[in-house]
């Protein structure tokens, strides 16, 4: 009997296809004030062992190695990987890593190896939110923190409409789609930590806000959303394909031209609304 070989087809992760799809550092350009001054907000100190979970091209991680911490970056985009690395290298930071890895399943990561996981608009977007949970839980150290922002469903400010928005032209989820927004709700995380083995005494929250700045009009970030960001994307592709496109852009460019507080029209200074997460292990 003759053996037959089949080729099996490559498995696409959709989370880490969406994620590559864009470029995302020309919007992370825009994050960086807000990304420092959020870390400054969390007691880094040097020596302090930190994850930065779904960390993209480094908005958070590298202030958090700038104040002396241990720092590993885990980002599911392999091409937000390079840019970090890139942008580590041209600091010469030499307290930071930053690899490939899936926030579902951090393969190679120890239990209980940080004093502090950090996940900033990153793991809320991974699939499994029960199995992110139990990971953050699990690679934390007792005592130690877990601090996640998270976007706000139906929250009148940017992202969250951006999301709102692009939801409308874009085909409905498979079957078993698991909103990353309800990440923003507090009784979802309570849930999803409790499994975990937190009780909600241990969990806490505030409503904080993000600011993205540029030194452009809020029409050209609409553009780079248009281009970059892979949830906008797809809207596109998909109203293009209704013939809606146009609507779509008028939609977003409504939104960012009312967001925006910059004094200057060609200038963008837009706050975004975000809930801030701490979990103590």
Known sequence: MNESTSIQPTTVNPNKALWEKGDFTSIATTMRESGTALVDKLGITPGMNVLDLGCGDGTTALPEARLGANVTGIDIASNLVAAANKRIQEEGLTNITVREGDATNLEGINDESFDLAVSIFGAMFAPKPFDVAKELVRITRPGGRIVMGNWIPNDPTLVAQILKISSAYTPPPPEGFVSPMLWGVESHVIERFGKAGIPPTNISFERDTYTFIALFSPIEMVE???????????????????????????????????????EDSSHTYIPATFLRVTVIR
Do not use: H, V, W
């Not at 959303?225 to 293009?240: D, H, Q, V």
């Open 224 to 262: 780079r959303f248009r281009k970059f960001y892979g949830p906008t994307m797809n809207a596109f592709e998909a109203a293009e394909k209704d013939g809606r496109a146009a609507d779509l852009q008028r939609e977003l460019e409504q939104l960012f031209i009312r967001e925006n507080r910059s």
